[in-house]
């Protein structure tokens, strides 16, 4: 469920008609609601309900600040996976003591930064990486508490590209060396042994590969536990799904991933983390774009929009689609013809959908991605020289940009030219 819907004619963001925004701070632009955040980040909430948890969302997802500080205002903990995501977590309000400090590559910077202004955990993914932090954390005189992230060979079935649990992946140590690396974790000074993370993929839209994973995270647990580590905390990690498409595909609802938690995991008595990110913000944004042209070709027509592919990459990049939807709501009675829906970028990958049954458009109309909240603005470019979009943030009746469109002379003045060439 989202809060954008048809009012009288017009689709509303909350009690919001889109056609004010987009007159007061043009197109395109991206759009999220208060009210679709809130209600998806309780639903975890109450999934996991009577457990001992922390939901930490996944901010790679969407990093505005109001997003952010909207979250953490309801009890969110963070998930970052780099450094500059850790200093915004901090920025929007977020204590130390709720972020969890992910991904494979974190520098030496990154691990003493978080150190020195406070860190729920690091969930580490090598030897390599726990030996380095420990260096890091002794010639501070700190204690870094970590999980070791454990790859359990576990195929998602989703996106080859969004798929991390398998043993090709990059991500995490095999299960099979697990007990070795957390022996070492326990002999390394500043090193303090908190629990056990996996995260398998994104885009999820069944519970058995989730519940394999976290059948083999039990055992291991057991076995770890049986090995004299203290195992007190499973970062489950996130990538349940939402239904982007109009086909029968019903991702599993956040209740029902909840007791499947509870059913493997419920006697352990372990605090439960999880890390959703697309669930919470996919569903709650939107990309506003207008219709520049309507092309005909030979054999098929193009509808050409002002928002393109460095705006929203996913369909570039993944394949992926998006529901695209008129503002001004088609009635039944009007007769729908195929369109090919482009950008004005020069790539022929800036196309966001083949033979799209649209009504007809005219230039100026203008035209709503839903479910574009999670990895859309947070993978925007400037490529072509087109300035990052606007993303605006409402609540009810009232909305407010939380990041302004750059004009054109700020894209240009960042470039230095060297003394030659002055």
Known sequence: ??????????????????????????????????????????????????????????????????????????????????????????????????IVFSGVGKTRDEMGFALAHGIRQFNVESAEELRVLSG?????????????????????????????????????????????????????????????????????????????????????????????????????????????????????????YGAMIQRVLGDLDVEIEIEPGRLISGNAGILVASVLYLKKGEGRDFLILDGAMNDLIRPAMYGAYHDIVPVVEATAAVEQSPVDIVGPVCESGDTFAKGRDMPPLVPGDLVVFRSAGAYGAVMASEYNTRPLIPEVLVKNDQYAVIRARPSFD?????????????
């Open 136 to 256: 890091v954390a002794t010639t501070l005189g700190a204690v870094a508490p970590i999980t070791l992230r454990v790859n359990p060979d576990v195929d998602a079935k989703t996106h080859e590209k969004i798929a991390t649990g398998r043993k090709e992946d990059k991500f995490g140590v095999p299960i099979s060396q697990a007990r070795e690396i957390y022996r070492l974790a326990a002999s390394l000074p500043g090193i303090e042994v908190v629990g056990v993370d996996v995260h398998i993929g994104s885009q999820l839209t069944d519970l058995a590969p989730f519940e394999a994973a976290f059948t083999k995270i039990a055992d291991l647990t057991r076995l770890l536990r049986a090995d004299g580590h203290s195992i007190r905390r499973l970062d489950l990690g996130g990538g349940l799904g939402i239904p982007y498409t109009r086909s029968n595909e019903t991702p599993p609802l956040p209740m029902e």
């Open 1 to 98: 469920m989202d809060h954008f819907q048809y009012k009288n004619g017009i689709l509303h963001a909350e009690d919001v008609p889109l056609p004010d925004i987009a007159a007061a701070v043009g197109t395109p632009f991206y759009c999220y609601s208060t009210a679709t955040l809130t209600r998806h980040f309780r639903l975890f909430e109450e999934a996991l309900s009577g457990m001992n948890h922390l939901v930490c969302f996944a901010i790679k997802s969407l990093s505005n600040q109001a997003i952010l500080r909207t979250l953490g205002d309801l009890g969110a903990g963070m998930d970052v996976v780099s450094g500059g995501e850790y200093r915004r977590a901090l920025a929007a309000g977020i204590p130390g003591e709720r």
């Open 410 to 422: 700020e894209i240009i003045n960042r470039d230095t030219l060297p003394k030659w060439l002055r």
